[in-house]
């Protein structure tokens, strides 16, 4: 192995065979590749892995969608809390939403990615994707495209706006800044919503996705036309449309932290963050309660994903992680990916925390595939050493 691939970090006793996996992605990416690896067991830290020359388990990365976690876990706290009831209607919180049409929908169906409401049919501009507010209130006014709860597709670049709005109504604070408050301080996690300037020499800029060609030829493959619901969807639209394998490389995203996409963090982050939620931590109680985690594991919208064309599943928020991503993983497991190959979730019953980034953008997009190897020797060490 070449020196710019050696990996750097340590594992509990028993974990060594997920240095040993983590060595031979990082061998099979090629000596460019950095990525970071990072496992919790029952609240214990027993994967603390780095790989990439300049990398360092304190690096940050653009972790698109799995921003999402965040905000739902934010979301799932304030349910928790009585704050927000899942079976209210949106316009319990956000009257102004019933317009054209969705006046029904329920908090619950939101976050089951069931509103058809992807994207706006003018779209966005970089500056308005950027800020939370901007994309509720355009949404607020948008037709649904297709009637809500009939079906759901993943809201992309909007869900975190949308719920973030019904946080902002119900709290008067800002959904980053319940996360800030509430979570990310106190359990003193590198994952922002809003990343402060003074961490930005920390911060790896994506790198564009470097297909083979018969990689190439698949994505070339997919049917793309310019007003399909999954071109609204991420924004493609518009006469600037929106490029993702750089979103995350504009300061913009990364200092307004927007909930569907703008999180910056670590494996470490990702990872501790999805401990707090189901674990105790350093003697800090777990963040919800099982009856909480079961519902926002429950899964509400499975099949026929309408934006990705694709098999997907949601619980309320978090993907579905084991039936969409690694069937190995206990029912119920909760979490969420991010465009370029970031994966993160929870498995409360086997009471395992997971987080890795890469800075490579992966091919085809969403978890890398890497994931699956990854997440399942960590959870054998985990059987094997319990």
């Not at 060595?23 to 099979?28: I, L």
């Not at 079976?87 to 058809?116: I, N, Q």
Request: include cysteine.
């Amino acid at each position: 192995m070449s020196q710019q691939i050696t990996v750097q970090g340590t594992v509990a006793e028993g974990f060594e065979p997920v240095r040993e996996e983590f060595a031979a992605v990082a061998a099979g990416e090629g000596d460019d590749y950095e990525g970071q690896l990072c496992a919790y067991v029952h609240g214990r830290r027993v994967v603390d892995l780095w790989t990439g020359a300049g990398v360092t388990g304190d690096s940050l990365y653009g972790v698109y969608a799995a921003t999402q976690g965040a905000a739902h876990l934010v979301t799932a706290l304030l349910v928790q809390d009585g704050t927000l009831e899942v079976d209210r209607k949106v316009t319990y919180y956000w009257p102004e939403f019933a317009a054209e049409g969705k006046g029904a929908l329920t908090l619950r169906d939101l976050l089951a990615h069931r509103a058809g409401l992807v994207g706006t049919d003018t779209g966005f501009s970089r500056a308005e994707l950027a800020d939370d507010r901007v994309i509720a209130e355009r949404l607020a006014d948008q037709r649904p495209f297709w009637r809500p709860g009939t079906a759901f597709g993943h809201h992309a670049l909007v869900i975190g706006a949308l719920t973030g709005e019904i946080v902002r109504r119900a709290t008067g604070r800002t959904l980053q800044e319940v996360y800030e408050e509430r979570i990310r301080v106190p359990q003193g996690l590198d994952l922002y919503l809003g990343l402060p300037a003074a961490h930005e020499p920390r911060f790896r800029t994506v790198q564009p996705m470097r297909p083979a060609p018969a990689q190439q030829a698949r994505l070339d493959a997919v049917p793309d036309g310019p007003y399909t619901l999954a071109s609204i969807a991420f924004n493609r639209h518009v006469a600037e449309p929106t490029d993702l394998e750089s979103l995350p490389n504009e300061r913009v995203i990364r200092a307004k932290g927007p909930a569907s996409v703008g999180g910056t963090g670590s494996a470490r982050g990702l990872a501790g963050m999805y401990a707090a939620m189901i674990s105790e931590v350093d003697g800090r109680t777990p963040l919800l309660k099982e009856d909480t985690l079961a519902e926002f594991g429950q899964i509400h919208s499975v099949g026929y994903d309408l934006v990705a064309g694709a098999h997907k599943s949601f619980g309320l928020g978090f993907q579905a992680t084991a039936d969409t991503w690694h069937p190995f993983l206990g029912a119920g497991t909760l979490g969420h990916s991010g465009a370029n190959g970031v994966q993160a979730f929870a498995d409360p019953r086997g009471g395992i925390a997971y987080g890795y980034t890469r800075r490579r953008f992966a091919f085809p997009g969403g978890a890398a595939p890497e994931n699956n190897r990854l997440a399942a020797a960590v959870q054998a060490a985990a059987l094997a050493t319990r």
